[in-house]
């Protein structure tokens, strides 16, 4: 009776051995290569499509046109900024750019993508940002941050931001 449970044991290895799927070979990947590495013509067209809605933003911040701002943000957007609660939705992101632009002017704004990975309908760019801000009183602010943004490709094709998140370079003031 001692032998039966090894024995049962075995045997039912075997059985969930014998009914498992059959595992494919597991694809091969060039260690060289980076994993996430984008189909070339999609990371193109997305990284083209990308820069020229900065380059949008970038117009309609420095004239200060909130609506033309957040024109890439989708409807379910989240932007995260240092020092304000997160701006969940259109309306709030909309709300939030219209705040700050009514507080500054802003001039001599500078984006640099520094990596783009795209996968699918999904992008994540991040990069570098600077500008200078005038406050209606007060002396202008030279401001260098980092950024990560999120690009989801909606059911027409266009990109759009879902994550934006940005904090300073400069050090904190205590």
């Avoid at 999609?42 to 970038?58: G, H, K, L, P, Y």
């Avoid at 943000?73 to 989240?78: E, I, P, Q, S």
Wanted: charge should be positive; glycine fraction near 4%; hydrophobic fraction near 45%.
């Amino acid at each position: 009776m001692r032998l039966q449970r090894p024995l049962i044991a075995v045997v039912s290895l075997l059985l969930v051995t014998a009914c498992s799927p059959k595992n494919e070979a597991a694809p091969t990947r060039d260690s060289a290569a980076p994993a996430y590495a984008p189909v070339a013509e999609d990371a193109t067209a997305a990284r083209q499509a990308i820069d020229s809605m900065n380059a949008r933003f970038i117009a309609a911040v420095e004239r200060g046109d909130a609506n033309a701002a957040v024109s890439n943000y989708a409807a379910d957007a989240v932007v995260m900024i240092a020092n304000e609660k997160a701006w969940r939705g259109h309306d709030a992101v909309q709300k939030g750019f219209a705040g700050f632009l009514s507080q500054a002017s802003i001039k001599d704004t500078k984006f640099t993508t520094d990596d783009l990975i795209v996968r699918g309908d999904l992008a994540i760019e991040t990069g570098r940002l600077s500008w200078t801000a005038q406050p209606k009183t007060g002396k202008a602010v030279k401001e260098e941050m980092k950024y990560l943004t999120v690009w989801q490709r909606d059911s027409a094709g266009a990109w759009r931001i879902i994550r934006d998140i940005s904090n300073s370079d400069l050090p904190a003031k205590m």
